[in-house]
């Protein structure tokens, strides 16, 4: 699927992708499944809360992000559009939603191990 890179550049100007950059620092710095598992959390949450998920579908198409053949994931070409949609959709939220997406995440990996 093609990114669409003017909408790159306008959700990079956008206010909530100005304060995923304070909460996060420097996001190419997390590593590529940290963004995809939190981009999946923030999906299923949307999903289970009713949220607009026709809008926020078309927008990860937009920045070729695309749910894979088995529902397992995303798949992606594009790392600056990964990295743009995780840093959006962090502040979108706030800092203690990461965290605590963060924390679920290091629970759900310790009891696996």
Request: a negative charge; proline letters at 4%; glycine letters at 8%.
């Amino acid at each position: 699927m093609p990114v669409n890179r003017e909408l790159i550049a306008t959700t990079k100007e956008s206010p909530e992708y100005q304060n995923g950059l304070a909460i996060l620092g420097q996001p190419e710095d997390y590593a590529e499944q940290i963004m995809l598992d939190f981009i999946g959390y923030y999906y299923v949450l949307t999903i289970r809360y009713a949220g607009n998920v026709e809008g926020l579908n078309a927008f990860m198409r937009g920045l070729g992000i695309v749910p894979n053949a088995d529902n397992s994931g995303f798949d992606y070409e594009d790392e600056e559009a990964l990295t743009t949609l995780f840093t959006y959709i962090v502040g979108r939220n706030s800092k203690e939603y990461f965290e605590e997406f963060l924390q679920k995440r290091a629970e759900l990996s310790a009891s696996e191990g």
